[in-house]
């Protein structure tokens, strides 16, 4: 797979084996303080991809995964995960097949908000479009942000907005505007210090600080390493003694349960990463959980906080395998 299609075309024994069905909140709760990775065994799961847009809708207690390229095709379908399997959803409007998109839960509206992406004839998508836990549905506001995939999504609590960040429009254009949704109206800020132009950032809202935190992306020139935080007026790089290596496509969620924003994978300066990270606020810790997926790029992450355990979905491993795994971090 070449770089680029990436975006355009995302109790150690009991997880070795495996767990049948969801998430092992007893086992891993009693077995140890550290949070750790485990591999879950859903009766039934979405197929392999990359690419796939993933947010907890806490409106339904459920996480939602929409699209993504399955090496063959680019997909459209919509699954919700309630924590034992998941679902594939029907409903009666959705948004074209995609890989790429943003997508982040709107707790102002109650709604998942996507936007973006790219279609099989590699062409970026500017639509916006909300799920209300049973359908999707267009939305026309008067301004967008330009056509894109790759672009960096979260939540902001503390502002009540949807922050975008970034991105890869058609061909070789690369964005590092941000933009802000409020339920009805994209608006682009104009913050006086800003990340530079990239694809693939990993982003989150770290609740404990009440700041979005984005790391890493790539450039067309250099995959990045820097960490940026975002506190509803401006963007600020932050100098963490020690950080995670450059990366881009990695996956990275805000897990509830230890007040961290915890990092996994993505396309690294060499080979595709395999390592997990988590942020304090301050600085960035490697974990060394003796059981955790398989290197990958890609992969949909989202915290389920039902649950209270981060949800880890598909991606490609370095032997250019597509998978269709769920794991839980917690």
């Not at 390229?69 to 924590?83: A, E, P, S, V």
């Not at 279609?119 to 909300?130: E, F, I, K, P, Y």
């Not at 995670?244 to 996956?251: D, F, I, K, L």
């Not at 906080?305 to 991606?315: D, N, S």
Request: proline share 5%.
């Amino acid at each position: 797979m070449t770089v680029r299609r990436i975006v355009i075309a995302g109790a150690a024994a009991l997880a070795a084996c495996g767990i049948a069905g969801g998430v092992p909140s007893a086992a891993l709760a009693g077995s140890s303080s550290a949070a750790a990775w485990a591999k879950l065994a859903p009766a039934t799961h979405p197929s392999g991809r990359v690419s796939a847009a993933m947010a907890y809708d806490a409106a339904t207690g459920k996480v939602v995964l929409f699209g993504g390229f399955n090496c063959c095709r680019w997909l459209g379908d919509t699954w919700t995960w309630n924590g034992t399997t998941w679902a594939r959803q029907h409903p009666a409007a959705s948004p074209p097949a995609r890989s790429g998109a943003s997508m982040a839960y709107d707790a102002a509206t109650g709604k998942v908000v996507l936007f973006g992406g790219a279609n099989g004839s590699s062409q970026a998508l500017g639509d916006t479009w909300t799920w209300n836990g049973t359908t999707w549905a267009r939305q026309h506001p008067a301004a967008s942000p330009p056509a894109r995939s790759g672009a960096s999504m979260a939540y902001d609590a503390a502002t009540g907005t949807v922050v975008l960040f970034g991105g890869n429009g058609s061909g070789a254009d690369l964005f590092s505007d941000t933009w802000t949704w409020n339920g009805t109206a994209w608006t682009q800020q104009a913050p006086a210090t800003s990340p530079h132009v990239r694809l693939g950032a990993a982003m989150a809202y770290d609740a404990a600080t009440s700041n979005i935190v984005l790391f890493g992306g790539y450039d067309f020139s250099d995959i990045l390493g820097d960490t940026w935080t975002w506190n509803g007026i401006t963007w600020t790089q932050q100098a963490p003694a020690t950080r995670p290596p450059g990366r881009w496509v990695a996956s990275m969620a805000y897990d509830a349960a230890t007040s961290t924003v915890v990092l996994f994978g993505g396309i690294g300066s060499s080979r595709i990463l395999g390592d997990t990270w988590t942020w304090d606020g301050a600085s960035w810790t490697q974990q060394n959980p003796a059981v955790h997926p398989r290197a990958r790029k890609a992969a949909a992450m989202a915290y389920d906080a039902a649950t209270g355990f981060v949800i880890l979905f598909g991606g490609e491993t370095p032997r250019s395998v597509i998978v269709s795994d769920t794991w839980a971090w917690g």
